[in-house]
Nanobody, 120 residues
């Protein structure tokens, strides 16, 4: 299974970016999809997750500014980021929990990361 993330870049504070992450390969079903980020010198932290049923959870620092969504037909998760702040600068990683077959164990998979830089 491959995760292809895109959409990162350089943006001024107050601007917006939309990240996408498409999963491809031998996938029976995808359970949870999410985004994490890692700033220089810091640990990787949860940004937002969305379940197969559409339930979402956000880090407090991004609530009201970021929106996670998914297209199950395309095995793709999105992160719409508005009102960006310099402290949002980080490498953003998509994460997918999927199974190869019905009743199979959930496999945890990470994308390659996409850099988001917010200038002040």
């Amino acid at each position: 299974v491959q995760l292809q993330a895109s959409g990162g870049g350089l943006v001024q504070a107050g601007g917006s970016l939309r990240l996408s992450c498409a999963a491809s390969g031998n996938i029976f079903s995808i359970n949870r999809m999410g985004w994490y980020r890692q700033a220089p010198g810091k640990e990787r932290d949860l940004v937002a997750v969305i379940t197969s049923g559409g339930d979402t959870n956000y880090a407090d620092s991004v609530k009201g500014r970021f929106t996670i969504s998914r297209d199950n037909g395309k095995n793709t998760v999105y992160l719409q980021m508005n009102s960006l702040k310099p402290e949002d600068t980080a490498v953003y990683y998509c994460n997918v929990k999927f199974s190869y077959y019905s009743g199979g164990p959930l496999i945890n998979s990470w994308g390659q990361g996409t850099l988001v830089t917010v200038s002040s």
